[in-house]
């Protein structure tokens, strides 16, 4: 019947620094089901995983790479409170995945990063797909902006840290996300000024998450809390944390996956606000 094919799903790896590394988790678990999804988008260390996992490879193979990754590793510079270039970053993508671009792999992937000169989100599909995970990596401050055809890439996370709505656009029926920071918005009792506005810092960050869960039908949301975003230790523990939390809600992703595809979509309503590459 028309309108009842196949749904097209997909899966949206959200950003939080070293805490991404419960994506490797998550995609224990779904190999382990044999799930497979239509489209990959991803932001900052979501785009990282995403990518390896665009091109196919399984969570072992993304897990023997990730727990060699060292902090010295990502951040080059010798200088204390220097910026680094994102070479670092892009040679993990290259040696992994090889130097490639986007439109090559296997399965359709974008990576969410922000243009400073426009200040505008971007959806990166096509073109080098080191330099463009290495542009949605970009942490302001830790690295430097990262140059993209005319652009200068930062950290997709300082508008989009769950990109849930970018499947959508790329119509897929189903969305499922996982947010790898859901603890990222805690109070203050300090009238200090740092401590005031690191606090106003995390309720931006939490407004910036709220599209994708908006514009998710399964969130996947591990508990972080305990771990560092800036430092590696506890990588074990982050991806089982990972796959107990996709193991716990897997009958709600298998309804997902059982389906059909709806009759009417959700319509995508945001794509202006977005360059799309």
Not at 114 to 133: F, P, Q, R, W, Y
Request: hydrophobic share 40%; aromatic share 10%; with cysteine.
């Amino acid at each position: 019947m028309f309108g009842r094919k196949k749904p097209k799903i997909g899966i949206a790896f959200g950003g939080g620094g070293a805490r991404g590394f419960t994506h490797i988790g998550v995609i224990k678990a779904f190999n382990e089901f044999g799930l497979k999804f239509d489209y990959v988008a991803g932001t900052s260390a979501g785009s990282m995983v995403g990518a390896a996992y665009a091109a196919g490879k399984n969570w072992e193979e993304i897990y023997e790479i990730a727990k060699k990754i060292k902090i010295k590793d990502i951040r080059t510079s010798k200088i204390p409170l220097m910026p680094s270039k994102t070479d670092g970053i892009e040679a993990v993508i290259k040696n992994f995945l090889g130097d490639i671009n986007i439109e090559d792999l296997p399965i359709k992937f974008s990576a969410v990063a922000v243009d400073i000169k426009s200040t505008k989100e971007v959806c990166i599909s096509h073109g080098n797909l080191a330099k463009a995970v290495a542009g949605s990596c970009c942490v302001p401050g830790v690295f430097i902006p990262v140059e993209f055809g005319d652009m200068l890439l930062c950290d997709g996370g300082l508008q989009n840290t769950i990109p849930a709505d970018i499947p959508r656009y790329f119509d897929c029926d189903y969305v499922i996300c996982v947010d790898c920071n859901k603890s990222r918005t805690y109070g203050t009792d300090s009238s200090k000024l740092l401590d005031v506005l690191s606090c106003a810092i995390r309720i931006l960050m939490k407004s910036n998450a709220v599209k994708g869960y908006v514009n998710s039908d399964v969130i996947i949301a591990p508990e972080t809390k305990r771990f560092k975003s800036t430092r590696t230790e506890g990588f074990e523990d982050l991806v089982e944390e990972g796959y107990k939390a996709t193991i716990d809600i897997m009958p709600k992703i298998m309804a997902v996956f059982k389906k059909r595809k709806p009759f009417r979509k959700k319509r995508f309503s945001n794509a202006g606000d977005i360059e799309f590459i």
